[in-house]
């Protein structure tokens, strides 16, 4: 598990400019004319989630400010943030999607119960896919990963009755990556030219947590890497339904 999650992390989504833009000069109007094809296409009977992984699989944007927000859907050129640009896209949707199946995917991860979730891959397209891949396992799997460890250093130092502990992300940080979150998160934007601040905005702690997991990868060794996968995938409830679950069940 640990390797094809490494080997899946190496590869890189912008060498397929069909994706996504480098240069992300495109101008609006494409972006406009790909949502009216959307909407066009389900008003003339696609199924709507089917519409709406092939808008994403021909979306080309890395990132984009819309209405004010900065969306980044492309983290360090090889982790796709699906939900995100789904969130972006079905804004634009709301008289054709029911509330109900919006807040389903979008809060959820899950699309309607009769959705085949095996098309996801070749609708999405194998870069893409391969970036959700990505996604999963670098954000995830690594934000339940942090989580499990904690738990797990607070539960010892209760049943040592040492009672509270300072300050128990460090630890978790230095338990899961060999160094405290100050310095790790210096060398975060050192790393990716983030401007150093002492708020995290949603895009920096999606980056942060990606980056953090390509982090263990490099000073871990794969039995590391399976095993701490492992573990957090068994705290992990994937329903069949979710936008997941074809990584998880190896669909499609």
């Known amino acids: 598990m640990g390797k094809n999650t490494k080997d899946a992390m190496e590869n890189n989504l912008y060498s397929d400019n069909r994706h996504f833009n ?111 891949v990505n996604f999963f396992y670098g954000v995830i799997v690594e934000e339940k990963l942090q989580y499990i460890v904690e738990q797990e250093i607070e539960k ?36 990716t030219s983030v401007t150093k601040t002492k708020m995290f905005y949603f895009n920096d702690y999606i980056k942060f947590t990606y980056w953090l997991f390509k982090y263990r990868i490099n000073i871990s060794d794969g039995a590391k890497i399976a095993s701490d996968t492992k573990k957090a995938l068994k705290h992990i409830t994937i329903k069949p339904q979710s936008c997941f679950a074809p990584v998880l069940f190896q669909l499609g």
């Open 156 to 191: 010892r130092y209760y049943s040592n009755g040492i009672g509270d502990i300072n300050n128990p992300s460090n630890k978790t940080f230095q338990k899961l990556y060999k160094a405290t979150f100050d310095n790790l998160y210096i060398k975060f934007c050192i790393d």
């Open 22 to 132: 480098t240069d992300n000069l495109i101008k609006s109007n494409s972006t406009d004319k790909l949502i009216q094809t959307l909407r066009y296409s389900i008003k003339s009977g696609t199924y709507w989630p089917q519409a709406l992984i092939q808008a994403m699989g021909s979306w080309s944007l890395p990132n984009e400010t819309y209405k004010g927000r900065e969306y980044v859907y492309l983290i360090h050129g090889e982790c796709f943030n699906m939900l995100l640009l789904a969130e972006r896209l079905m804004a634009e949707l709301q008289d054709l999607i029911s509330f109900t199946d919006i807040e389903n995917l979008l809060f959820n991860s899950e699309f309607p119960e009769d959705f085949d979730l095996s098309t996801l891959k070749s609708e999405l397209g194998v870069t893409k896919y391969r970036g959700h």
